[in-house]
């Protein structure tokens, strides 16, 4: 008899490996927490114990400068004492006097030292005693002194009792000293016994941490090896089912076909509808399975490229054939914009067909009554002929954060009035990015909610073996550079989108190596960085750029899908963002860090408070110090004073305008070197146009200004300014 192998009969034992491995995992964690705990014990009390020794010693410290201090005052009465009775010279009691005054003092601060100190609290009595009885026996000499009895005094000295007491003292004095330094020695002792073993058992700590980390690394690199080997089998498995069913579906899509006609010559109209169903069922569920076969032999590594001449308005006019159909079906209108000199092109046609037969049949859908063009045009790219296909739709557009996730395989789009009907796999636009990319160019898309979509390949004109690995030769703008550093190209769209106005070049780099090696050529103004990435991840690449001495002092915005601000590794970055990033927030910020370094202050002068504020508004995202001027004259004034990076002028003031301010400006020597940039509403004729553009970094109109245009504009007077 066949066991029985219904796959519910396995669940127990999968539900049982799975407990196994999360005890395992949880042993080791818990192995780590005791380990680290212990060396972090061990740590904690060293710590505690080195305080205490330096506590101790500082009392021992207190407590000898204290004795002795006490010792040499008793000497000092007993000398002034001496003096007296030799001479009998009231003089003389001076250092008596002054001894006596200051020892109650050193008695009491004795006393409080005694109260923690263990050697002083012992020997303490004994010292008040013997100063007690000392004091009483110079006091007696001198008022025998003061009284005249000359002879009983020098018979106290004499007999030598105020010399037993001075003895008595100091050796007692001694003792403590003594004890006082042994018991600092003996807690030194037990502080660097104890120093030792913690540093022991910090030793054992890391070298547990270490096999830790060096068993769990291997156990990583297995299940690594086992997810490749997983996902190889997928890859496998799914191009086998593929080609499997597209067997039977040709099969069934023939015969419907051959049906069909058998209806249509039969008038059986209601077969022929129905032959009709079954036939684009089938059809689609050919496309389905195209679709994952291709995805996964790319995924696999299993597309080869194969080159060849072609003419470029032949591919269109084919692409636009096939999918006038479907641009009909929607009431849309077909438009073909080919720029002149557009003709031949070498490189994979059946690929760059298939990338904007996708583009064009998504455009086709989702857009309803409205007009979808193709533009062709040509355009140089790190000084190679690059062809730009844009497929732009007047659709109902994307949302930044759904353009953030395009790309990614099986997404489908959430806020489309089409959702649910024939959307597809979701693979389309992940297909055409990874072609494109094959073919040494990319895809990327720019989108508006409610305005509609330009999808565009960014293609090589000619395709050499080159060009699918080698990155084109690079040269330094005269621009400020931002360096893209991202495997996601809606990113590089949108940061291109943001700045296609501004005077700011955007370079792009699809992996960390890549970024590396375009900073160090571009040495850019600022980087953005995506943690998330193949090969190399954000982490690395931000601690790389950071010992690095010609790039450690670029500012780094970094990007990504998680929540990174927790992450101690982040504070090496100047910016975090979480994707779906925030575009004003971003754009701010990255003309604020391309300015670093270039100005640390801005002039406004407007006669109008209320333009001062909204100017100053906008400039303060750069961090800088703003101030202000309600005319040229009080302008002049303080660009003499303060001598600021940037000026923003209007024309129209009282008293001294700006055309006048410029004039003056440009007359003294530093004034000549300051950029001002003019943000007028003035209609300017050209003679005025002229002069300003001899006078001033650029002009720019009230009202044209949005967001962060201001903060462009000004970092485009600084550079022309240079």
Known sequence: MQPNRHPRHNQPMRNWSSRFASLDEMIY????ALVLALGVGAVYLNWQKATQADLLARQNRRAVALLRQFQSTVAEAESGQRGFLLTGEAEFLAPYTRAMESLDGQLTQLRELGDTHAPIGSGLPKIEQLSSLKIAELTRSIQAGWLGEWEFANSLVEQGRLLDTSAKLRDVIADVELRTLEEGERLTQETLSSMNMAAFLSVLCCIGLFVLFAIENQRVAARRRAAEHASAVKSAFLASMSHELRTPLNAVIGYSQMLQEEAEADNRTTDFQDLQKIESAGKHLLELINSILEMSKIEAGKVEVHASPFLVPELVDEVIELVRPMAAKNGNTLDIVLAPGIGRMYSDVVKIRQCLLNLLSNASKFTQKGKITLRVERVIEGQRPFLRFDVIDSGPGISTEEITRLFEPFHQLESTPVRGKGQGTGLGLAITQRLTRMLGGDTLVQSEPGVGSTFTLSLPEELT??????????????????????????????????????????????????????????????????????????????????????????????????????????????????????????????????????????????????????????LQNLGWTIYEAADGAEALEKCAAIQPGVVVLDLMMPKVDGFEFLTRLRATELGQKTPVLVVTAMDLDPAQRQRLKQQAAAVVSKGALRGNDLIAQVLASLEVSK
């Open 29 to 32: 964690v818990l192995i780590g």
């Open 465 to 618: 073996p080159g060009s699918l690995h080698a990155a084109p030769p690079l040269r330094p703008s005269e621009k400020p550079t931002v360096l893209v550093i991202d495997d996601d190209a809606a990113i590089h769209g949108l940061v291109r989108r943001l700045f296609e106005k501004h005077p700011v070049e955007v370079a792009v780099a699809r992996n960390g190596e890549e970024g590396m090696r375009m900073a160090r050529v571009l040495n850019p103004r600022v980087i953005t960085l995506d943690v998330v990435m193949e090969g190399a991840d954000g982490w690395e690449i931000l601690r790389r750029l950071k010992a690095d001495p010609q790039l450690s002092r670029i500012p780094v915005i970094l990007m990504s899908i998680l929540d990174t601000h927790g992450d101690p590794r982040g504070f090496l970055a100047d910016e975090v963002f979480t994707k779906p990033v925030d575009i004003d927030r971003l754009s701010g910020a990255i003309l604020r860090h391309a300015a670093t370094g270039r100005a640390h202050s801005a002039l406004i002068v407007d006669d109008s408070p209320d333009a001062r504020g909204i100017l100053k508004r906008q």
